[in-house]
């Protein structure tokens, strides 16, 4: 079983929806979750941090539930700007990030 | 800030042939980790360094991949010799210690092994 498993999509979508990203992760000894972006031919960069209570930055909200060891990533009203691809992180120690394999979502006119 | 900056952009080889990989972190970042990205693995950990230390090299894939950090501004990632299954975009990121989850991405090297 990966360590960090995610459905590959691809998602599309029209402007203006509502789309979620899930996320399940292995290790119960994880320590921090994050989601990070990746444009096509670029480098991955940090969308935001996961946080037990829950967190919302703008259209962004993420939640994690570590009973489940899931986490999830909902964006709503979609930009045509936020086609990418989305890669779940799990942090089992400082240094030790491991990186799902990623959704790719598209938002069309 | 520049970002952290690898080089080359593009490298195309032969099978056979040495390749080294360039890295120059943020400055100020004490760590540094080199990655892997394929499309049937996605992105893999290679190795990681602290203060130029190698903390952990169990993701090289086998012993003719290498990577050496003499300073705090510079890294190599080296194959040798290179294989066609090697062909991937090799990722340097670095960061701070104590918060090593904002692990900044540099452009990436794209390889090709013929």
């Known amino acids: 079983r990966k360590e960090v498993e995610q459905d590959p999509g691809p998602f599309n979508v029209p402007e203006g929806a509502t789309v979620a990203f899930n996320c399940t992760y292995s290790?119960?000894?994880?320590?921090?979750f994050f989601w990070y972006r990746q444009d096509c031919r670029k480098e991955p960069k940090l969308l935001m941090s996961?946080?037990?209570s829950g967190n919302e930055d703008g259209r962004f909200t993420a939640q994690l539930n570590r009973a489940s060891q899931y986490i999830s990533l909902l964006i709503r009203d979609s930009k045509l700007s936020d086609s990418a691809t989305y890669l779940c992180?799990?942090?089992?120690?400082?240094?030790?990030?491991?990186f799902g394999a990623g959704t790719r979502l598209t938002v069309k006119p | 800030d520049a970002g952290v900056i690898q080089s080359p952009r593009h490298e195309v080889t032969e099978m056979g042939q040495e390749v080294t990989l360039r890295c120059k972190p943020i400055s100020g970042h004490n760590s540094l980790f080199w990655y892997r990205q394929t499309m049937m693995r996605g992105l893999e950990l290679l190795i990681y360094?602290?203060?130029?230390?190698?903390?952990?090299d169990s993701g090289m894939p086998e012993d003719r991949f290498s990577a050496k950090m003499p300073n705090a501004s510079f890294s190599t990632l080296k194959i040798q010799p290179s294989e066609p299954r090697d062909s991937a975009v090799y990722f340097c990121a670095s960061s701070l210690v104590l918060r090593a989850s904002e692990q900044f991405f540099g452009p990436g090297t794209r390889l090709t092994v013929l």
């Open positions: 360094f602290n203060n130029n230390v190698p903390i952990d």
């Open positions: 992180v799990v942090n089992l120690n400082n240094n030790d990030m491991r």
């Open positions: 996961v946080y037990s």
């Open positions: 290790n119960s000894a994880s320590q921090s």
